[in-house]
């Protein structure tokens, strides 16, 4: 720990929004932290639809794209099963950039 650093990070939510806000309100109340629910949305509630977790996952990286240089890097086979373990049931792993971006 550092005193008065900050984790600057971000998560992309494709659907879910009333859920995820269900249960950050409590987590937010007992870390006695200033939060305001209506940050925390999802890809779907912006869209009006829902979009294919594929099609996200293209959208977000080719707008990355548009800023910086990508370089596709394969995954080897022990850290994707590293992944898919500490990542949980319910959990998808993208072991690859999207089709779109291959190449």
Do not use: K
Not at 37 to 63: I, K, M, N
Request: glycine share 10%; net charge negative.
């Amino acid at each position: 720990m550092i005193r008065n650093g900050a984790h600057i990070g971000g998560v992309v939510v494709a659907s879910g929004a009333d859920e995820l806000r269900r249960v950050l309100i409590p987590v937010y109340e007992a870390l006695d932290l200033d939060w305001d629910p209506a940050t925390a949305g999802a890809a779907d509630d912006e869209l009006g639809r829902e979009l294919p977790r594929e099609q996200l996952a293209a959208a977000l990286v080719d707008a990355i794209a548009e800023e910086h240089e990508l370089e596709r890097v394969d995954v080897d086979d022990e850290t994707l099963a590293l992944a898919h373990r500490l990542a949980g049931e319910g959990t998808r792993v993208i072991g690859s950039l999207p089709p779109s971006r291959q190449g």
